[in-house]
């Protein structure tokens, strides 16, 4: 339904955090001050100021983290101590860099808000889809279907000749759409040991994916599954151009052996009138709608990159198979209309960061003072349950409520009415 990666990334620094004035608190990030929206955190509740927070951050130099050294590259992620501090790389390749706050280093009590406003961003848009599944309004188109099924003759194989084949795919004109290429099906003479299988765009030159992939008998069709292989009709966010073509495949001079094809129309499909292949002709049916495929072939080659003058041949396969899920994903509706997830995300950021209080001691405050609050910060976050008085619980339930009838009419792939059961196709 939506890519939680992107809406992390899309999310920091919508709503921002306020510098302390107190020399003592850790300098935030200025990606985390932004405040693109225009609001804080702290204007959600009070006791989300930036000096509360640090209150009951971790005390990160108790972690011994390993003293900077000017000899040692950094990758992205790595922590050290230096001049008293706890901080974290922003950056892999990071040699000689001395640690202080900008390109290169952040301190961890930053990353640790970082860590607390994705918390909270995955916390959001899983309650949000879990509200849609349990009202039926969103699911899966289908998942993992084959192309097609069963595996060519043994012996009509793919005579070589140095090109790259492989699957052409061409999404219908439908946006906030994806197509999931869950696992590539081989067919090969021989054994394959690490062989290169790639997913390209034809709106850019290298490839989009690329994984290695091996089987283990001769002759013998094998599944293997792909790692995060999605295609698009339209992608913004990823500067895929609408009506691009996707290609899967891989270099003949990559292979040991020879391909082993099936013959199948990837025009019109099984035959229509056949008995037999009924189920065959559902199952054409159902991609169909979606996307197009087509066997392709081209000879000139540009090391890994897109190769150039595609030829089309209409019935067979090189080998090959794909098991696709087709599933809506309205990650792009979502960041294109962040005004709309404000209010929700605050509130969502308060309701867990005050649950943190809630169950961490204040490392800076006396503990019969943290007492009292905690006694505070239940009564803000549940409320008295009556009247209007519902904590920030009850109104966070009430702002995804909201968010979920914002988002149900905006996207072809979350219809305006609740699905009926007896349709396979609705989502």
Known sequence: MYNLSTLKTELTGWIGFRESSDAGVDVIDSTLKTATSGSYFDEFHPLLQTDVLYSIAPDFMSYNYPAWSNLTTYAAGARVSHSSKAWQSKQGANLNNTPSAGAWWELMFSAWLQERVNASVANLFNRLATEKKLAESTKSVFDNKQIFIGSGKLNNTVTKKGRFVGLALVPKQINNIRIDINAIGLHFTQIQTDLPVYLFNSSRE?????????????????????????????????????????????????????????????????????????????????????????????????????????????????????????????????TANKQALTYALGLQFAVDMLSWLVMNPLRRTNPIHANIQKEAISYDLDGTGQGKNLGLRGQLADAIKAMNFDFSKISAALPDHKPSKFKYRAI
């Open 206 to 334: 290298e490839y989009v994916a690329k994984q290695l992939v091996s089987t283990t008998d001769t002759s013998t069709f094998a599944w293997v599954p792909l790692t995060n292989w999605s295609c698009y009709f339209n992608s913004i966010a990823n500067d895929y151009d609408p009506g691009s073509v996707w290609y899967v495949g891989y270099f003949e001079d990559d292979v040991a052996g020879n391909a082993i094809q099936k013959t199948y129309d990837y025009v019109i499909g099984p035959c229509v009138g056949c008995p037999s292949h009924a189920a065959e002709v559902n199952r054409f049916n159902l991609w169909n709608k979606f996307f197009d495929a087509m066997p392709v072939a081209s000879g000139d080659l540009d090391a890994d990159n897109l190769p150039e003058n595609f030829s089309v041949s209409r019935t067979t396969n090189w080998g090959l198979n794909l098991s696709v899920s087709v599933r809506p994903d309205v990650t792009e509706i979502f």
